[in-house]
Each structure stands twice: as C-alpha cells, then as structure tokens.
C-alpha cells in the first residue's frame, strides 16, 4: 500500500483551532511540530512563554517535559537491555536489593496498613508497563496513595538521591501483587535507577552520552541552566470559573536548579525541537542521522501491547489519572499503546504509540501513516482540556 499523501493547507486547521485556546486565557502558549516520512510538513508557535514578562512562544522555548521524561528512561533502559546487562523478566531485586522485602497491601488504612508478602517478585519489564504495584501520592485512590503523600511523595518528592529515593519507595507497601494491575506510577524512576545501576552512570550523564549527544538534544537536561533562563517557560495552572491559565511559579521555579532526584518518571526540560529529533529516531526504527541507539526490533518490543492477553488499559487498569483515555489503548514498554482507534472513539492509526506530559505536552509517532507528532505547552495538569484527543482528528484529516 502507498504511503497516506498530507495536506499541508489541512494541517492549518490545527494553528486555527488552537489559536482559539490562547485567545481566550485557555492557554498561555504552544508550539507543535509534525513530520510525515522524515520531513517536517508543520509547524507553528502562538501565545507567550511568559505572559507576565511579555516574551512571546518562540521555535526555541524550553519547557517542562513531565511524564515525557518516561519515554526517553524506557529508551535508555532499552539501550542496556539491547547490550545483555538485564532481562525483562529479571526481579527488580537483583538490581535493587531493597524491593526484595516489599509487601502489597491488602487492607486498613494509611497508618495502620494491612499486608501480605508478594507472590512473586516485581519484575523490570513489570517497571515498564506500570504493572509493578508501584503507585503516585496525587492518584488520592487508595490508601497506599495516601502512604506516599505522608511520606513527602505528592506533587514532589524528598530531597534525595534516586537511589535512596528507590529504597524509600520499597519501604511502602504495593498497591496490588506485581502483574496483577496496571497502575500509572514512579515505576519509571525505579527504571531509573535500574539503568543507573546496569551502567555504572548517574541517569544525567547516561542520558547525556548515549541519548541526548547522540541524537544532538542540545537543550534537554534535568534541569535549564541559568544562561538559558530567558528561554523557559513559565508554568501555568487553570483558576476561575473560565480555567484561564494562571502562573505557577511554586511548581515552576524547580526546573531552573539542579535536582538531587533524577527523576527519570518526569524530570527533565527540554525544546520541541529537541524532542521531536528524538520521536524521529523512534519513528525511524531507532536511528536518526547515521546514530543507531537501538535496533527496529526493540522499538517494535517497546511499542507492543504488553498487558497480559492483550487487554486494553480499561479491562487491566486502575481508572485513575493518565496521559490518555483507557478504552482500546493497551501499553507497552514505556509508551501507551493504540490496539482499536474505534474502541477508543478517536482518530488513529493500530500500532500508534508516545506518551504525554502533566503540563499537558504530547508525543505521538504513527508508524502506519509514518508521522511523528509533539505539542508543547505548560498548562498544568494535562486534564484540563481535551487537548490530545482534539489533536488527532486535526492531523488525521490532513491525510489522504
């Protein structure tokens, strides 16, 4: 079958419609680039990276990656896997001695908990697919939730390092036995530190070696340097009865220091520019200008359904917060999944995968239609508007 054709004129729609979010306070600002077969077919900024301070979205503005920082973990733990250092069916233990000993809750309440020993022992693939047991203090859903959040893990976490951040979390108990659920959770930072240990790096300086140098990401890190300040944007969150963004420099100012938690579930700063060179990677099956970083086959491992019998994330999943609607999307190792575009009532293609962030940023790559796609903004959370699921329609209907 012959590659989809794009109309870039179609494309236009997407900057018509979401001038609109801008326009009325939605938004502070936005910036979105699409490539079809390699070539960059769109892009557009509007709006401000700072309203306050009058500076306008520019093609160079940084921002806050969140939950996109988990992509690039699942790739750089990939990476290693690819070179034998561990197998996704390894206990976690193995490389984390301290989740040997980690109990699942089974009942009462935050400070009096109820547990019993696990069944089996959480497995890396399980760190992946969020299958671990682990869990996120914000989900408010459960009293293990609520375990976290006592114990500094809500919005933030402690002021430590990843590895004693990982011994911290295996001291609480598991929302359920390894496997048995999927649960969106700092499962990813535990990959984290998994791949700190596999490789003998702090997770900043692998990523830096084989990910972001590589790959030429000249402006993601862990945190923005001061010379760069000019260039991030500010943070922003909905108030008042009309959700105007409104900025939130108490969430914010953290992205423009060094952080002791390299955290690889949300961490890092970066440009659309620099992350869509690594979708583009991906899209490509693992290499982009001459650089390999892994093998077509373990993108296609990574982009798999990998929950059990492949259920979708509404038969397997705890109906909590995420990055993407639940019916007829499954995950994989690090990405969510697209398995039937009709189930989830959306635009797409089987087989497409990414992955978005809390300030409601977006990657998506189509392998079927041959697309990448990232959308950055710093609008804080991600639910606030349908952002996601109206982008799809508006690039699908571009495609002929």
């Not at 069916?89 to 984390?96: N, S, T």
């Not at 109990?103 to 022992?121: C, E, F, H, I, M």
């Not at 992350?275 to 899209?283: A, G, I, S």
Request: hydrophobic fraction near 40%.
């Amino acid at each position: 079958m012959a590659r989809s054709t794009i109309d870039r004129q179609r494309l236009g729609r997407i900057g018509s419609h979401f001038q609109k979010y801008v326009d009325d306070g939605r938004l502070p600002g936005w910036q979105v680039i699409i490539a079809h077969g390699g070539d960059i077919v769109y892009e557009a900024v509007a709006g401000h990276r700072d309203i306050e301070a009058g500076l306008l979205w520019t093609d160079d503005t940084i921002v806050r990656l969140y939950s996109n920082s988990k992509i690039v973990t699942a790739v750089a733990a990939m990476i290693l896997w690819e070179e034998g250092a561990f197998e996704l069916r390894d206990p976690v233990h193995a490389y984390i001695p301290s989740f040997a000993d980690t109990r699942v809750y089974k009942g009462g309440n935050a400070t009096a908990p109820s547990t019993v020993p696990q069944l089996d022992p959480m497995r890396v693939w399980q760190l992946f697919a969020h299958t671990s047991g682990l869990t996120y203090g914000f989900h408010r859903a459960n009293p293990v939730d609520e375990i976290y959040r006592l114990n500094g893990f809500e919005l933030g976490s402690p002021d430590l390092s990843l590895d004693d951040i990982c011994d911290r979390l295996a001291t609480f108990p598991l929302c359920f036995q390894p496997g048995a659920e999927w649960n969106y959770s700092m499962s990813t930072d535990v990959l984290g530190r998994l791949v700190e240990v596999c490789s003998g790096r702090t997770l900043d300086e692998f990523f830096r070696t084989r990910i972001f140098e590589p790959l030429s990401m000249v402006d993601t890190a862990f945190h923005c340097p001061e010379p760069k300040h000019g260039r991030l944007a500010a943070l922003y969150s909905p108030t008042g009865p009309g959700r105007t963004a409104a900025r939130n420099d108490a969430l914010g100012a953290g992205a423009k220091s060094p952080q002791k938690f390299l955290s690889g579930g949300g961490g890092l700063v970066g440009t659309a520019r620099d992350y869509h060179r690594f979708l583009e990677m991906l899209r490509r099956g693992g290499e982009l200008d001459g650089q390999r970083l892994l093998s077509p086959k373990s993108v296609q491992m990574m982009a798999s359904n990998h929950l059990p019998d492949n259920a979708d994330l509404t038969a397997y999943g705890r109906q909590l917060f995420a990055e993407t609607s639940f019916d007829g999307v499954g995950f994989g190792l690090g990405v969510s999944v697209m398995l039937d575009p009709v189930k989830a009532k959306v635009a797409g293609s089987v087989g497409d995968f990414g992955w978005g962030g809390a300030a409601s940023t977006w990657a998506l790559v189509d392998p079927v239609e041959d697309i990448s796609l990232f959308f950055a903004t710093q609008l804080l959370p991600s639910s606030t508007w349908p952002i996601r699921s109206q982008m799809r329609p508006l690039l699908h209907q571009a495609l002929s």
